[in-house]
């Protein structure tokens, strides 16, 4: 079965550079998220999509900005990245009224 | 938002029952319950949910109170691969589960030969 397909899997960045992540949701999904996991930390759940509209917000710094296009792939964009920005960072995408939530393997951001 | 506690750490052995407790004293009406298992740099995966009673399906079952002011996920037979990270989130289903009931701290589950 199809799951949730992120890239890339691994990014290294400088500080202050930018980076975009890019997520591709299981066909037929209407909801995406997005979660940041630190070394070590809970997932932090940053934004949520429903139908191509921002659906929630979480702890997204406002240095990170995020949207859904019409064929329902999302893209984390990031600028002026810090060192703490350095993390797994987790896309997930659902059925709205289910509440079961399917992640992807994850893309590994390392900032420098 | 409906603030959960678990315990932060259990140790098993092989091939027994493990239970690992949530509490979520302000629980809402429309909230269900639902238990994720994270892995190691894996996302987290979906065990179980339930509304009240008991849910059981092929990995899990879980046993929600009358009250449902606290939630109890059963793994039985556990192995070692079952050693990982146990998240119990309490969201409304119908808007975004997870989208307004962050994980939380999870609980470490250490299964030992």
């Known amino acids: 079965a199809a799951g949730v397909i992120q890239s890339p899997r691994h990014l290294i960045k400088e500080k202050r550079e930018t980076a975009t992540l890019k997520c591709y949701p299981i066909p037929r999904h209407d909801t995406v998220y997005w979660y940041q996991q630190g070394p070590g930390q809970d997932p932090q759940f940053l934004i949520s999509f429903y139908e191509k509209m921002q659906s929630d917000k979480g702890s997204i710094p406002d240095r990170f900005s995020a949207q859904q296009f019409s064929d329902y792939h999302s893209e984390l964009n990031m600028s002026s990245l810090e060192l703490g920005d350095s993390a797994l960072y987790f896309c997930?995408?659902?059925?709205?009224?289910?509440?079961?939530?399917?992640f992807g393997e994850g893309s590994r951001l390392t900032v420098l | 938002l409906a603030k959960t506690t678990q315990p932060i750490s259990m140790d098993s052995y092989e091939g027994q029952e493990v239970n690992i407790t949530c509490s979520h004293n302000n629980i809402a009406t429309n909230d269900y319950i639902t238990w994720y298992q994270q892995f190691p740099s894996q996302g987290p995966r979906f065990i179980i949910q339930g509304y009240k009673t008991k849910v059981t399906n092929e990995v899990a079952s879980l046993f929600i109170p009358a009250d449902r002011k606290s939630s109890t996920l059963s793994l039985p037979r556990v192995s070692l691969s079952d050693t990982a990270v146990y998240y119990c989130l309490v969201g409304d289903r119908v808007r975004t589960n997870a989208g307004k009931s962050t994980f939380g701290d999870g609980t470490t589950l250490t299964v030992k030969p």
């Open positions: 997930a995408s659902s059925l709205q009224n289910t509440g079961e939530l399917f």
